[in-house]
Nanobody
């Protein structure tokens, strides 16, 4: 059973920083890609950033130069460093992992349970 568990959300003032973490556990063979999505009330879930084993990450225009995605392959963990936070960054942030549980199994999409990020004074 594969699980993705996020941590690090919370309440922060505008201009502040937060660091989200997401650890994948269970029977995992490989994780070609991991990413972060967010969903604000009344809006669709949107991609924030994603990273593969072969690149340094890609970002939504709204978070470029403020957020940084990174991963620790040895720990099956992905991070999202969020700086210069704005009220419009308020949302539930979801971790996503595209992974395979064995050498012969196809990759599948897995989601974490979400962590709330609130930016408010």
């Amino acid at each position: 059973q594969v699980q993705l568990v996020e941590s690090g959300g919370g309440l922060v003032q505008p201009g502040g920083s937060l660091r989200l973490s997401c650890a994948a556990s269970g029977s995992i063979f490989s994780i070609p890609a991991m990413g972060w999505y967010r969903q604000a009330p009344g809006k669709q879930r949107e991609l924030v950033a994603h990273i593969t084993t072969g690149d340094n990450g890609a970002y939504a225009d709204s978070v470029k130069n403020r957020f940084t995605i990174s991963r620790d392959n040895a720990k099956n963990t992905v991070y999202l460093q969020m700086n210069s936070l704005k009220p419009e960054d308020t949302a539930v942030y979801y971790c996503n992992g595209i992974l395979a549980v064995s050498r012969t199994s196809p990759v599948r999409n897995y989601w974490g349970q979400g962590t709330q990020v609130t930016v408010s004074s």
